[in-house]
Every structure is written in structure tokens, then in C-alpha cells.
């Protein structure tokens, strides 16, 4: 790539004036005289140094003038009311310019980042609704078709669209609450809640998903006294709920979830850990991130919708903790995460 700054100009230019000026003495020689080694040797130098600094001074000179107009105005835009133009050189407007570009680069990258999300994202959305908006469009079609007369399948096709819908809503809800969670507008509400009591109500109102799902959750709670924590509750409801879910859900039949909590000083650690499928290794780096499902079919046959474990994620790190996960197939899952003492 060519050298375009005053130096390279200069450069270039004064080469070909050297050879040139070289050339004329020695054809001069050549023609009047002897030719002069020595004379033919110090003119190229002598020419070059000569040519590079007039060259390069013009140059700077040159492209100063060119650039100065469209500084000043810049530079102006830039200026704070009652501050002053202050003069600038070459060096200067070449920093700033490299800083400018260094910026935008940046924001170009950061951007690019945003539009990727952006398109990943309506491509998972658009993704999960076919499939319920499909289903549903096929048991209805099959009841218009006739179905509707026949006692044998009716009520079944409007049970599997009531379904699919109830899919779409969870989709729904679980998209708005992720979508305001990662643009901060769900503001935590810390504080001191009695951690113990939080996690027997939760127990308590799945106590029927438990039954249906063939699950048993238990509370190991050895001190049986308050643990009191600082905690948004509402998040740490939901929080519990969709670890509990997800281990009846990814649970074996008469598998146990197993709740416990652990005083780690200034921090409480919660455990909730199943005896169900477990995951592989190669999928916990990436179990937190939106839409992301170990076995797609039969996850979605589940009705999960894949946010629930980002919701949780964010839920914790919006009370500045994190959460940790540990599997081994066919053994089991364990979630844990923390929360401050009270
Ligand atoms: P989903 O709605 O699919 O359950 P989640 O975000 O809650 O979405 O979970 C993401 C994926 O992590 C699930 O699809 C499942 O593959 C896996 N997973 C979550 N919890 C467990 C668990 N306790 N045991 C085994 N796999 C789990």
C-alpha cells in the first residue's frame, strides 16, 4: 500500500529527484569531461537530503492548508460556549484522527455485536412460535374438516391447541421478563426476607406439578430457624421455582429434588439438586444462555420455552451473586447460587 503521509510523500519524491539530479551531473560529465566518481557519489546524497526536507516541508505545508478549514470546523463544533479556538499542528490533527478512528472502530464492533443479538434473537423467537402457532393451525383445520362431529378426537384436538396456547403465553411471559431484565428495567427490591420460609412456599405451590411429574421435593432444613438474607423475594421465588421445575421436569419418575442451604460466612449457598438425566459436559458452559436446550425435542415436549435458566442467571446477578451448576449424567444435576446474610 502506498505511503500517503508528508514523510512517505516526501520520500518518493525526493528519490526521484536525486536519480534525476545524479543523472544530469553524470550526462553532463559524460558529454564536457571525465566522469567524477566521487562528484557523481556525493551529489545523489546531497540531492536527496536537499529535495527531502524542501519536499517535506511543502508537503506538510500543503496538506496543513487543505485540512485546516475542515478542522477548524470540526474542532469548532466541538468547542464548549466562551472556550477559545486554540491552534493545532500536523502531529496533533494525526492523533486525533487516529483516536477518532480508534472510537469508531469500536462502536462499529460494539454495534455489529447489538445486530447479531438482534437477529439471533428474532430468529429464536420467530422459531419457537412456529411450532405451537403450527400445531395449533393443524388441530383446527382437522376439526373445520369434519373433526368437530366426531366425539373421538374433538375434545382431545381443542385439549392439544389449548396446549400449544398455553405454550405460546408461557413464551410470552417468559420474552417479557427476559427482554426487561436485560434492559434494567425490573429494578431489584432488596430485602431482608427469611430465606427458609420463602423456599417452603415455593415447595408448597408445587406440591401438585410435583405429584403430576412423579417428583418428591424436599427441604433439607436441619436448623429449622429463619435464614435471613438480603433478597429481591419476588426474584428468589421465581428463581426456586424454575430450578424446582426444571428438576421434576428433567427428573426420573420417583426421582427427589433436594433443597439445602449452606453458611459460607457473609453468604448463604443454595443447593437444588436432582437424581434425574443429568447433563453432559459439554453443554454447562452454554446451559445459561437464552433458548439453549440440552435435547431440543425433548425440552419443547416438556413445554419449556429455554429461558428459564437465563432468567435465573440474570436474576442473580442483578443481586450481584453468582450461580453455579454441576452435572453427571444419569446421576444428577445440582444449581446452586448465593445470597448475602441479612
Ligand atoms: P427449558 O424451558 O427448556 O427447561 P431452561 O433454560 O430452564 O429451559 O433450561 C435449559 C436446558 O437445560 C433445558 O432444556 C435442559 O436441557 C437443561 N436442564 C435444565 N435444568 C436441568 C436439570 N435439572 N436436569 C437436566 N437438564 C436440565
Redesign the pocket.
Known sequence: MKDLTPNGIALRISITVAIAVTLIVFLLEYFISTVNVFLILTVFPLAFLASYIGFRIAVEKFIYKKIKVIYRTIHKLKLKKGEEQKEFSLNQIQEEVEDWDKLNKQEIERLKGLENYRREFVGNVSHELKTPIFNIQGYLLTLLEGGLEDPSINVNYLKKANKSVNRMISLIEDLDEISKLESGAIEMNIEKIDLAELIKEVINSLELKAKKNKGTIIFVDESNKPVWVKADAGGINQVLV?LIV??L??GKENGETLIKLFDMHDNILVEVA?D????AEEHLSR?FERF????KGR?RESG???????IVKHIIEAHNQTINVR?TVDVG?TFSFTLKKA
Open positions: 424454575n426444571n428438576s421436569k428433567y436432582d434425574g438425566q443429568g447433563i446451559l439453549y436446550r440440552t435435547d425440552a419449556g420455552t429455554g429461558l428459564g435458566l437465563s452435572s444435576s
